[in-house]
T-cell receptor, first 112, second 115 residues
Framework: GENVEQHPSTLSVQEGDSAVIKCTYS??????FPWYKQELGKGPQLIID?????GEKKDQRIAVTLNKTAKHFSLHITETQPEDSAVYFC???????????FGTGTRLTIIP | GAVVSQHPSRVICKSGTSVKIECRSL??????MFWYRQFPKQSLMLMAT?????????EQGVEKDKFLINHASLTLSTLTVTSAHPEDSSFYIC???????????FGSGTRLTVV
């Protein structure tokens, strides 16, 4: 089955700086890659996603890049703010198989 | 946007009792819902896939007789933890896919504490 690895497990960034979280996946058939933000005691919230026919997608301060050859994708947050502090999860799924496989999570702390 | 409503948000129960968690899709029909379990500081682990009108598909290692899933309508799936024990204490989260080409939306989670 699919295996998703995520790094780093913790990340501290000065407010205003950029944060990058990286994930690798094992199954080349995976074609949907979402990123979720989870705040304490809440369910995950989708912040951005990308499909295998696209190499990069941006939404304001958030961007995701995908390298299908290397089987890795990354989340980029620019101009970080204190409210960006949370746990971020990457995930992957294969079209036709609705299961999402999650990475291990990254605890992002924005230092004011 | 698509909303999945999950209740209760917190529940405390005594060992040996059963607890039911509800997950509703508010503005869309969800033929498939997913149930996850999350331990503190860990990732989400898929427990089962719930299909409307049919039996749920459980992941390896998940006891189907302990975690009963019912998906009787296109907007409601329930997870019942039967004969709960302290080791069942965890954060349970449901999810549904919004259409074929859209993402997955998650409920707000249920913190179960078995005492």
């Amino acid at each position: 089955g699919e295996n998703v690895e995520q790094h780093p497990s913790t990340l501290s960034v000065q407010e205003g700086d950029s944060a990058v979280i990286k994930c690798t996946y094992s199954d080349s058939a995976s074609n949907y890659f979402p990123w979720y933000k989870q705040e304490l005691g809440k369910g995950p919230q989708l912040i951005i996603d990308i499909r295998s026919n696209v190499g990069e997608k941006k939404d304001q301060r958030i961007a995701v890049t995908l390298n299908k050859t290397a089987k890795h994708f990354s989340l980029h947050i620019t101009e970080t703010q204190p409210e960006d502090s949370a746990v971020y999860f990457c995930a992957a799924s294969i079209s036709g198989n609705e299961k999402l496989t999650f990475g291990t999570g990254t605890r992002l702390t924005i230092i004011p | 946007g698509a909303v999945v409503s999950q209740h209760p948000s917190r529940v405390i129960c005594k060992s040996g009792t059963s607890v039911k968690i509800e997950c509703r899709s508010l503005d869309f029909q969800a033929t498939t819902m997913f149930w996850y379990r999350q331990f503190p500081k860990q990732s989400l682990m898929l427990m089962a896939t719930s299909n409307e009108g049919s039996k749920a598909t459980y992941e390896q290692g998940v006891e189907k007789d302990k975690f009963l899933i019912n998906h009787a309508s296109l907007t409601l799936s329930t997870l019942t933890v039967t004969s709960a024990h302290p080791e069942d204490s965890s954060f349970y989260i449901c999810s549904a896919r919004v259409g074929q080409r859209h993402g997955y939306t998650f409920g707000s989670g249920t913190r179960l504490t078995v005492v």
